[in-house]
T-cell receptor, first 114, second 115 residues
Framework: DGGITQSPKYLFRKEGQNVTLSCEQN?????MYWYRQDPGQGLRLIYY???????QKGDIAEGYSVSREKKESFPLTVTSAQKNPTAFYLC?????????????FGPGTRLTVL | AQSVTQLDSQVPVFEEAPVELRCNYS??????LFWYVQYPNQGLQLLLK??????LVKGINGFEAEFNKSQTSFHLRKPSVHISDTAEYFC?????????????FGPGTSLSVIP
């Protein structure tokens, strides 16, 4: 079955540690996205990538980093510079053939900083 | 500025009653409109989308939405809700003619269906 996988589902981190969230898709989609979800605030865009080896900052990129070495993979690193990293993180992908295609979402990773 | 508003943060409704979840946006450019549903601790799933053509759009699970350009709204409706419809609902707007087709999500509406 085609889809987007995120791992792990739950992640705990001590303050000052970097942590990497995995996102893999086998939909052959060109574009991939990372969102952060906090209660009552909807989804906020962290980073996005439209092609391999290229990515752009979203609205809240500070304290995060990404890479896009393969079309199917778009890992997100939450660095110690992120002041309030506890949140639900969602990865999404979208076909690049048409600008108005909807996004497909992964199941999410809940990150808790202890 | 481009924005998406969902005025109702929480909507309680009795089972088998109708429901309307409101979505308004502000934009001076063409838009494409989406409604997503999110069940607890899961990702988002597309309910329906409006790209062009008929302003009444039908989606999955018996939901429908109507695009009103003059009122810049895209309200979601269901004539008879079920317990399984309890979830968070997000309106999303794709503003065209921007640098990368930016999607903006509303803050979400939590629908609680009461038995």
């Amino acid at each position: 079955d085609g889809g987007i996988t995120q791992s792990p589902k739950y992640l705990f981190r001590k303050e000052g540690q970097n942590v990497t969230l995995s996102c893999e898709q086998n939909l052959n989609h060109d574009a991939m996205y990372w969102y952060r979800q906090d209660p009552g605030q909807g989804l906020r865009l962290i980073y996005y990538s439209q092609i391999v080896n290229d990515f752009q900052k979203g609205d809240i990129a500070e304290g995060y980093s990404v890479s896009r070495e393969k079309k199917e993979s778009f890992p997100l690193t939450v660095t110690s510079a992120q002041k309030n990293p506890t949140a639900f993180y969602l990865c999404a992908s979208r076909p690049g053939s048409s600008s108005y295609n909807e996004q497909f979402f992964g199941p999410g990773t809940r990150l808790t900083v202890l | 500025a481009q924005s998406v508003t969902q005025l109702d943060s929480q909507v309680p409704v009795f089972e088998e009653a109708p429901v309307e979840l409101r979505c308004n946006y502000s934009s001076s450019v063409s838009v494409y409109l989406f409604w997503y549903v999110q069940y607890p601790n899961q990702g988002l799933q597309l309910l329906l989308k409006y790209l062009s053509g008929s302003t009444l759009v039908k989606g999955i699970n018996g939901f429908e939405a109507e695009f009103n350009k003059s009122q810049t709204s895209f309200h979601l409706r269901k004539p008879s809700v079920h317990i399984s419809d309890t979830a968070e609902y997000f309106c999303a707007v794709l503003f065209s003619k921007t640098s990368y087709d930016k999607v903006i999500f509303g803050p979400g509406t939590s629908l609680s269906v009461i038995p």
